[in-house]
């Protein structure tokens, strides 16, 4: 089983101020890794696929990148609505499919 | 808009069983492979199982194996979780999702699919309690 472990747990960051979260990967994972965001009370949202590529209807202030076991997801400038808790998953070599234990991005 | 809708969570007692229904609409969903995902209070999601498009591949995570079961009825439109023996550490919000096949590469005339959620139903609460 792939283990993702993500960092830090905890950002706080104020409005317009450049988020960077890490996932790291127990194995490689070659570019087959996904972020999410979870807001209280709902699903989470797809925003990255294979690493690098923006879902459909994603702002361009998110941005993935990394390859192999070390991943990165950044919010170039923290919008309000941005304040949630992101998950990495990865899509390699699986079952089982497994999420990083998330980064709760906070207003400071 | 597209959109998932899970439905038959409740209370139920250790041991019970469940069905959860995870309806579609607006994309038919023959055209899709699928998850079941859950997630404890606090908790992260947890992978819990996935079936192709026409059935013929399930996979479950081994937490689950051999007390849910995954099924679709592709005609009604309806993805399916049985859920037998469950026991506390069952309780959680159940989300059903969309298995998008948004990247295909091509090595050797040799297609490969990578699937990721990209569609997610808003919950059923599972309770399993005394």
């Known amino acids: 089983e792939i283990v993702l472990t993500q960092s830090p747990a905890t950002l706080s960051l104020s409005p317009g101020e450049r988020a960077t979260l890490s996932c790291r990967a127990s194995?490689?994972?070659?570019?087959?890794l996904a972020w999410y965001q979870q807001k209280p009370g709902q699903a989470p949202r797809l925003l990255i696929y294979?690493?690098?590529h923006r879902a459909t209807g994603i702002p361009d202030r998110f941005s993935g990148s990394g390859s192999g076991t070390d991943f990165t997801l950044t919010i170039s400038s923290l919008q309000p609505e941005d304040f949630a808790v992101y998950y990495c998953?990865?899509?390699?070599?699986?079952?089982?499919?497994?999420f990083g234990g998330g980064t709760k991005v906070e207003i400071k | 808009e597209l959109r998932l809708e899970e439905s038959g969570g409740d209370l139920v007692q250790p041991g019970g069983s469940l069905r959860l229904s995870c309806k579609a609409s607006?994309?038919?969903?023959?055209?899709?492979?699928m998850s079941w995902v859950r997630q404890a209070p606090g908790k992260r999601p947890e992978w819990l199982s996935y079936?192709?498009?026409?059935?013929?591949?399930?996979f479950y995570a081994d937490s689950v194996k051999g007390r849910f079961t995954v099924s679709r009825d592709n005609a009604g439109n309806t993805l399916y979780l049985q859920m037998n023996s469950l026991r506390g550490e069952d309780t959680a919000v159940y989300y059903c999702?969309?298995?998008?096949?948004?990247?295909?590469?091509?090595?050797?005339?040799?297609?490969?699919?990578?699937?990721?959620?990209?569609?997610w139903g808003g919950g059923t609460t599972v309770t399993v309690s005394s």
């Open positions: 998953q990865h899509r390699s070599n699986w079952p089982p499919l497994t």
């Open positions: 607006e994309f038919s969903l023959t055209s899709y492979s």
């Open positions: 194995q490689s994972v070659s570019t087959y």
């Open positions: 079936i192709s498009r026409t059935s013929d591949t399930k």
């Open positions: 999702a969309r298995e998008n096949p948004l990247l295909i590469t091509k090595v050797r005339e040799v297609m490969t699919y990578y699937y990721y959620m990209d569609v």
């Open positions: 294979d690493a690098s």
